[in-house]
């Protein structure tokens, strides 16, 4: 019989909460693993090729559930080398919501006040700079001008994007090649493995049990290189701590599969599930009206038919992010840029009374791609998930060798959230059909569910132990030793892309963690740096102590 | 793969992204649109690339749309040529209004049409089933259609020209120093 491989810290995930824990830990001592269940790749690797196989679907998933379809990363860096970096901060009522359990959502010590500290931390490390006008692609410059001609703000948000490095290729989740997009291989993953952190690749994590003393012991399995619905080989690594940070769509299933062994997990595991109130529209312009009416050339003859230049998203509008407003009747619009492949065919034709989604209509529009734009809309959906059974492996059913599968999430928006969506689609349709500019329809739910980029809050942070699997330090109720700093601990929608918000989040949890694993017998301490060197952390610290 | 297999997911193929006839004749593709449709753009390669998952399924499916094409033609006196598969044989109004009625929300079969539609769609506006600087040299109908600029002679897309250069909307009043809502 071989010895149980043995770690101090075990971090299952490497996005953004797995990241900064694993450089955190290891820079302050503790022996740290990593388990990832996606592959490793480099820019080198990171392909413009729409092919099954290259790194379009190596990358990331999409995992369709019952009324809720995720989308996200599977790979070292997780979300952070598929999304298109746009990182505002959450703005401060968001803190203040009630949502569907009647009192405050968010535990009493995080406030938009409390949080700032930990939003310029990570604002540091990766960094993230204001994107400006000069600089604003096509897309972004087309529904600022909308939004301005309809008297309404726009603004160039905040991204985590070297813009003097990017080429404006819009290949973003497919990786960027250029190094533009500063995601987490090129900050906290590479500052952990210098301090001595291990990642392993294509090792997805099963469940947990416990270990004799008093810590836990990880079990994973080998997947394949280029077929993930092969598993190889099983094996477990025992941990005085764990750092559950899988994503929101995987972590709970983690759990809820740990449970016969670890004892009952709280009740809100795998539940309040959010979407992050995700929704978009299609909107197809007319190159005409955008010269006549808003005075835009491109001075090649068109005025826009740019759908395909820039990066992502780059513009908001954040009129509705207004906290006098009642709750649910809040959002951000964002212009998006989803490539072909899964961006075209929830699109609706605007005009068409049936078979809006597919047949000689939807023809008909494809041949009009260069002029569309698509607006997503980010508002506060009432936590309406809930996971089912977990499968036997994975968080899925996949389908495809890569990106397809199906699990087990259910979600049925409620009045509330359809709500937020209906006025959203309204006033994306008054901005963007004002004087023949465009023709607009939402997507449609009835494939595929709600759409979500953004899962979040399976697993959330609180103070009331009966909707929150998390206490507000991230540790798991009556698991002591268990941490989850991923999405699934934010407690609900933020109006807003919510990458920064995890990342301050995890940052913030960090201390407390160090603190557990020093109480659990590792050598470990607090207080590194940012990955390039800054030290806005120990500012926080020194005015929360 | 037999040919009524063949005929039957090309068809459905056809109803989701519509072309023009490849030859006189074709029963598969229904010419209901002008230029390639998901069939020309290799829906059926991309639909049997193991790589998919959706391959052992067709077999089964390719039966069960028959068999709905089937009931729908007798419930409203369709009249069906026996020569072709069911759903084969159906006029295009129809066969649209079939795929409309299987991806409802509320079909229970729902989940496998709407799978056989996504890789459909998929063939024809992303081309998965080959690598896209292939797609480009061969003529791919789809990313030609949708107008998908081809890349640079290195395979790689570059845009250097890409902004209005200018500012075109005011910023909300509430924006931090950060750039950030408040």
Not at chain 2, 7 to 27: H, M, Q, V, Y
Request: aromatic share 8%; with cysteine.
């Amino acid at each position: 019989m071989t010895a149980a491989e043995r770690t101090d810290v075990l971090i299952v995930g490497s996005g953004f909460g797995g990241a900064i824990a694993a450089y955190h830990l290891a820079a302050g001592g503790a022996k740290v693993v990593v388990l990832e269940r996606g592959p490793w790749l480099d820019s080198d690797e990171f392909d413009h090729d729409f092919k099954l196989g290259s790194s379009y679907t190596r990358i990331f998933d999409f995992v369709v559930g019952d009324g809720m379809s995720v989308l996200g990363g599977n790979c070292v860096g997780g979300g952070s080398v598929v999304y298109f970096a746009t990182m505002p901060r959450a703005p401060g009522f968001v803190f203040d919501r009630h949502g569907s359990i009647g009192r405050r959502m968010w535990p009493a010590a995080i406030s938009r006040a409390a949080l700032d500290p930990w939003y310029d931390r990570v604002e540091e490390s990766l960094p993230i700079t204001m994107q400006t006008w000069d600089r604003v692609p096509y897309a972004g410059g087309l529904f600022g001008a909308a939004c301005a001609h309809a008297g309404r703000t726009a603004n160039p948000a905040p991204a985590a994007i070297d813009v003097d490095r990017c080429t404006n290729c819009n290949w973003m989740m497919a990786g960027c090649k250029f190094d533009a997009k500063r995601s987490l291989l090129l900050n906290y993953l590479p500052a952990a493995l210098a301090h001595g952190a291990e990642i392993r690749p294509l090792h997805e994590v099963q469940r947990l049990s416990r270990t004799d003393d008093g810590g836990y012991r990880v079990h994973y399995r080998v997947v394949d290189g280029e077929d993930y619905r092969i598993l190889h080989d099983a094996g477990t690594i025992d941990a005085k701590l764990v750092v559950l940070a899988a994503g929101a769509g995987a972590t709970p299933v983690i759990l809820q599969r740990s449970a016969p062994e670890l004892g009952a997990m709280p009740h809100a595991v795998g539940r309040y599930f959010s979407g992050n109130g995700e929704r978009l529209n299609t909107a197809v312009f007319d190159d005409d009206r955008v010269r006549e009416v808003l005075g835009l050339d491109r001075g090649d003859g068109s005025a826009y038919r740019g759908h395909q230049i820039g990066r992502g998203p780059t513009v908001a509008s954040w009129d509705r992010l207004d906290s006098a407003r009642p709750e649910y009747e809040r959002y951000s619009l964002e212009q998006l840029y989803f490539p072909p492949g899964l961006g075209t065919i929830l699109a609706q034709a605007p005009d068409a009374d049936r078979a809006a989604w597919f047949g000689v209509r939807k023809k008909e529009m494809l041949r009009s791609w260069p002029s569309w734009m698509t607006i997503f809309t980010m508002s506060e959906d009432d936590n309406e998930g809930v996971f089912g059974p977990p499968p036997e492996t994975g968080n899925a059913h996949r389908v495809s060798q890569q990106m397809l599968g199906n699990g087990p999430l259910r979600y049925r928006p409620t009045a509330n959230t359809w709500r937020g969506w209906s006025l959203a689609d309204a006033d994306v349709k008054d901005i963007l059909e004002r004087d023949g500019l465009a023709r607009v329809r939402p997507w449609t739910n009835d494939l595929v569910g709600a759409y979500t980029v953004h899962p979040l809050a399976s697993c959330r942070i609180g103070d009331d132990p009966a909707t929150s699997a998390l206490d507000d330090g991230h540790q798991l109720r009556g698991h002591p030793g268990i941490f989850v700093t991923d999405g699934s601990a934010v407690p609900g929608a933020l109006t807003v892309n919510p990458a920064l918000t995890i990342s301050a989040l995890a940052e913030r949890a960090m201390p407390g963690i160090v603190r557990a694993a020093r109480d659990r017998g590792v050598t470990v301490t607090y207080g590194a740096p940012t990955p390039e060197g800054a030290t806005s952390a120990r500012r926080a610290i020194a005015r929360t102590a | 793969m037999d040919a009524a297999l063949t005929l039957t997911i090309e068809a459905f193929a056809d109803t989701i992204i519509p072309g023009e006839k490849r030859f006189p004749g074709d029963r598969a593709v229904a010419g209901a649109a002008e230029g390639g449709g998901a069939v020309a753009a290799g829906a059926l390669r991309l639909l049997t690339d193991p790589a998919g998952g959706i391959a052992p399924a067709l077999d089964s499916l390719a039966v069960a749309l028959n068999d709905h094409a089937a009931r729908y033609a007798e419930g409203r006196a369709v009249p069906l040529d026996g020569d072709v598969p069911a759903f084969v044989a159906l006029p295009f109004a129809h066969r649209t209004a079939l795929v409309e009625e299987l991806t409802a929300w509320e079909h229970p079969e729902h989940e496998m049409w709407v799978g056989l539609a996504l890789f459909s769609n998929m063939a024809f506006d992303s081309a998965a089933h080959l690598h896209t600087e292939e797609a480009f040299a061969t003529g791919h109908p789809g990313l030609l259609t949708l107008g998908y600029t081809p890349p640079d002679p290195d395979g790689v897309w570059r845009f250097p020209q890409f902004t209005y250069g200018r500012q075109l909307a005011p910023p909300h009043p509430g924006t931090t120093v950060t750039g950030s809502p408040s």
